[in-house]
């Protein structure tokens, strides 16, 4: 019976494919089949009421604009907060309006978007509070990164992608990357150059060996240039003084401008050059952490901080310094491998350390041979 | 396909008659029975009611230009709903607000009135002609001709 209703409509719309025989016998029908009928079809019904809709809001937002006009003229106590409500209204009329249209839900799937737009600013920015940020969060309070690096209860307002090279996706946080990733992907020596040489190390042996430092997307959602302050740690390096951990600092820069259509991190002051991630053998895991601060007072003021030494680190204590107000977070976790000792031996320069157990002390003396 | 739905079913059928059977060889108290020798124990087998049933695909799978077309439908009717929603709610505030500016009037210009606008009416009232439900209709028919009477 379900059968031969389903053969009814497909021979109605023309010859389809076996998967596609449920769509076609759904309610809508095709548009050129029912065209010289005269009747509409639901699709059809639908855009037409997407069309007046976006044509009331966009009636609405004329009447907002010349509010916030007449409201910016005059100087009443209240203007900010009047003006700060009626920008919402005004972003809320220019999302809503265009929202629905599926042309403009095609072009996001597809991931063509203008990040001018209000819609896609929305759009971008729900997708990021759905899925990425749950699963960052999760992370992050799973592998301790919180209450160590960050304020508890801290929610990311903005996405960090970490591009390495040879992969495809930004990193996903959390995952275990391998050191030569890391190291490879810093090829090329960006601008102001680190304190070992290793084009005169590699003359002649590696064409394209120097250091980049990898590719940073600072996903955000203001239209506004606000400076940011990035800064790129590991909490697990080995302190054997007061055997425990500390923090060593492997990147910082400020002063970073962005904004929704320039999210790429180019520019801004380096406080501390790139290193790459070296987790030392003997030690577990390390988690390699970016945090992207916002400056204070809204991104606005330029800040200048001045750090000596790159072991003994404290993140929140320089952000606690400098009224920096972290916004965004994405980490990896990193092993020893033999590309390590490559890095110590070439990058860094310094003997690599290997880190144990110390030795038990002999709780009963015993002998150590059998007397007879 | 409808050899799918009819294997689903089978299976379906299947735990039912298990349940008709476990009902046949139930004991009398609401204690499961430890043995297994009758087959399965009642527990176990809500179990797998609850836990094991076949995972099953979605029957529609839309893609492409009718997946946007349905989306698109899905959306504009919920707007639909939604402007509809709010139509009535701002009648309602709309009639909301002229009455209650009508009553704040009435209380300056009379207070008898006033509470008399106010209170409803006391009295209990039931409708005359109402009419008993019947199995069947009347043998004269519905009489079209009918007038109430006005007193």
């Keep these: 019976m379900f059968g031969a209703w389903a053969k009814r409509a497909a021979t109605n719309h023309g010859l389809r494919s076996m998967p596609s025989r449920m769509a076609s016998a759904t309610r809508h029908a095709s548009t050129e089949a029912t065209q010289q009928s005269g009747y509409r079809t639901a699709y059809e019904e639908a855009l037409s009421l997407i069309e007046v809709d976006k044509k009331e809001r966009l009636k609405m937002l004329e009447r907002v604009d010349k509010e916030i006009t007449r409201v910016k003229k005059g100087n009443t106590p209240t203007q900010t907060a009047q003006l700060s409500a009626l920008n919402a209204v005004k972003f809320d009329l220019q999302v809503k309006s265009e929202l629905n249209d599926p042309e403009i839900r095609r072009n996001f799937s597809n991931g063509n978007l203008d990040m001018e737009r209000p819609v896609y600013r929305y759009l971008r920015q729900k997708q990021f509070e759905k899925t990425p940020r749950k699963q960052l969060l999760q992370r992050v309070s799973q592998m301790n990164v919180t209450p160590d690096l960050l304020p508890l209860g801290l929610v990311p307002t903005v996405e960090v992608n970490i591009q390495l090279k040879g992969q495809e996706g930004p990193v996903e946080p959390g995952v275990f990357t391998k050191p030569e990733q890391v190291y490879k992907e810093k090829e090329k020596l960006v601008g102001g150059g680190i304190n070992y040489s290793i084009e005169e190390h590699y003359n002649g042996k590696m064409e394209n060996t120097t250091i980049e430092v990898p590719k940073v997307d600072v996903t955000n959602f203001h239209t506004d240039k606000r400076l940011y302050t990035l800064l790129f740690v590991d909490p697990d390096s080995p302190d054997v003084a007061n055997k425990t951990y500390q923090q060593h600092c492997h990147w910082l820069i400020t002063n970073v401008p962005l904004s929704a259509t320039e999210s790429t991190v180019v520019g801004g002051d380096t406080v501390l050059d790139y290193v790459p991630p070296h987790p030392q053998k003997g030690t577990k895991y390390h988690r390699y952490t970016l945090i992207a601060y916002e400056q204070p007072n809204n991104g606005s003021e330029k800040v200048d901080i001045k750090v000596d030494k790159r072991e003994g680190f404290d993140a929140k204590s320089i952000a606690a310094q400098h009224n920096l107000q972290p916004r965004g977070v994405s980490f990896f976790r990193q092993v020893w491998d033999e590309t390590v000792t490559s890095i110590y031996n070439d990058v860094l320069r310094i003997p690599e350390p290997v880190y144990g157990k110390p030795p038990k002390p002999q709780r009963y003396i015993r002998r150590a041979v059998y007397i007879q | ?151």
């Excluded at chain 2, 050899?3 to 059977?21: D, M």
């Excluded at chain 2, 077309?69 to 899905?74: F, K, L, P, V, Y």
């Design chain 2, 1 to 151: 396909m409808l050899s799918i739905v009819r294997h689903s079913c089978q299976k379906q059928q299947n735990l039912l008659r298990q349940v008709v059977a476990v009902r046949h060889n139930s004991t009398g108290g609401a204690r499961p029975d430890n043995n297994v020798q009758n087959g399965d124990t009642r527990v176990e087998l809500i179990r797998r009611v609850l836990f094991e049933s076949p995972a099953r695909e979605p029957t529609i799978k839309l893609e492409g230009k009718a997946l946007e077309e349905h989306e698109t439908i899905e959306r504009a009717w919920k707007l639909h709903k939604m402007r509809q929603r709010e139509q009535r709610q701002q009648t309602l505030e709309r009639q909301f607000r002229s009455i209650h500016l009508a009553m704040s009037e009435l209380e300056k210009a009379s207070d008898r009135l006033f509470k008399g606008a106010i209170v409803k009416s006391r009295h209990i009232t039931y409708p005359k002609q109402a009419k008993i439900p019947t199995e069947t209709p009347s043998p004269q028919g519905w009489d079209y001709s009918y007038k109430h009477s006005t007193e």
